[in-house]
T-cell receptor, first 115, second 111 residues
Framework: DVKVTQSSRYLVKRTGEKVFLECVQDMDHENMFWYRQDPGLGLRLIYFSYDVKMKEKGDIPEGYSVSREKKERFSLILESASTNQTSMYLC??????????????FGSGTQLSVL | GENVEQHPSTLSVQEGDSAVIKCTYSDSASNYFPWYKQELGKGPQLIIDIRSNVGEKKDQRIAVTLNKTAKHFSLHITETQPEDSAVYFCAASYGNNRLAFGKGNQVVVIP
């Protein structure tokens, strides 16, 4: 089975801090994604990566950046955390492009609170 | 981009009854429609998906139907059990390697 592992289940940070959320997948997947999940808003795509060092903006990239130095690891960076970035962050991966014959697999999520 | 609407937002059913969740989408080019189940404290888990070249797909107690003309698709759960209680998300593919998700549907199965 595919395993997508997010390093922290809960995280509490202060406004203005630089925050790193880490995600690792063990199935040699090409694509990795970061979503945020908020009550009543569903899942919204922040960034995704289709190859090492390649990235593409999602629907809500403002205030975030990403890093993919190795195929199995995809990091989400909050350069200066703000209270409106308090949310559940979900990492996901897929072997190939969605919409072809591939499926998206999620990690368990990181609940980030920015105080 | 794609807009996915999901309704109802909350659904309560008696154990053993059927549950149906409906989603509509806006992009006629969408060709992949997965459904995810999210239990409390866990990430979403893929339970079934359908591609635009078929109208229906079934996996034990779960089925999904797709009407491309009307741009809607539905999840059907038969003989519901307490472990079916969860939040269910529909999604539709769009653009370059993206999925647009509905806002989620809380299903409560009453024993």
């Amino acid at each position: 089975d595919v395993k997508v592992t997010q390093s922290s289940r809960y995280l509490v940070k202060r406004t203005g801090e630089k925050v790193f959320l880490e995600c690792v997948q063990d199935m040699d997947h090409e694509n990795m994604f970061w979503y945020r999940q908020d009550p009543g808003l569903g899942l919204r795509l922040i960034y995704f990566s289709y190859d090492v060092k390649m990235k593409e903006k999602g629907d809500i990239p403002e205030g975030y950046s990403v890093s993919r130095e190795k195929k199995e690891r995809f990091s989400l960076i909050l350069e200066s955390a703000s209270t409106n970035q308090t949310s559940m962050y979900l990492c996901a991966s897929s072997l190939g492009f969605l919409g072809s014959n591939e499926k998206l697999f999620f990690g368990s999520g990181t609940q980030l609170s920015v105080l | 981009g794609e807009n996915v609407e999901q309704h109802p937002s909350t659904l309560s059913v008696q154990e053993g009854d059927s549950a149906v969740i409906k989603c509509t989408y806006s992009d006629s080019a969408s060709n992949y429609f997965p459904w995810y189940k999210q239990e409390l404290g866990k990430g979403p888990q893929l339970i079934i998906d359908i591609r635009s070249n078929v109208g229906e797909k079934k996996d034990q107690r779960i089925a999904v139907t797709l009407n491309k003309t009307a741009k809607h698709f539905s999840l059907h759960i038969t003989e519901t059990q307490p472990e079916d209680s969860a939040v269910y998300f529909c999604a539709a593919s769009y653009g370059n390697n993206r999925l647009a998700f509905g806002k989620g549907n809380q299903v409560v199965v009453i024993p």
